[in-house]
């Protein structure tokens, strides 16, 4: 069973720069798409980023230009490193996967195995 445990969130100024982690354990497919995504209270979740099993990378329109996702395969981590942070950043960040015999096409809105996530606040 893949489990998943975000850290690396915390507060911080606006145009200052954050770097999540992913640590993931148990059975995975390292094929699978791989996604970070984020939810403010009363909102629904959006999609932040996706990087899918050749290294392809999918990123929301919000974020283009300033954030990265990255996978380490021999570390089992996935990373989402955040630049020229916004106030409106400010969410809970939540990474995702699929179990490994789940074989979809990597777009947001396919995963069903999520992390506990953990809190980003931007301060203007």
């Known amino acids: 069973q893949i489990q998943l445990m975000e850290s690396g969130g915390g507060s911080v100024q606006a145009g200052g720069s954050l770097r999540l982690s992913c640590s993931v354990s148990?059975?995975?497919?390292?094929?699978?798409?791989m996604g970070w995504f984020r939810q403010v209270p009363g909102r629904p979740r959006e999609g932040v980023a996706l990087i899918d099993g050749d290294g392809k990378t999918t990123y929301g329109d919000m974020v283009k230009g300033r954030f990265t996702i990255a996978k380490d395969d021999a570390r089992n981590t996935l990373d989402l490193q955040m630049n020229s942070l916004k106030p409106e950043d400010t969410a809970m960040y939540y990474c995702a996967t699929n179990p490994p015999e789940v074989d979809v096409r990597c777009v947001f809105g396919v995963h069903s195995i999520w992390g506990q996530g953990t809190q980003v606040t931007v301060a203007s």
């Open positions: 148990g059975r995975r497919n390292r094929m699978a798409c």
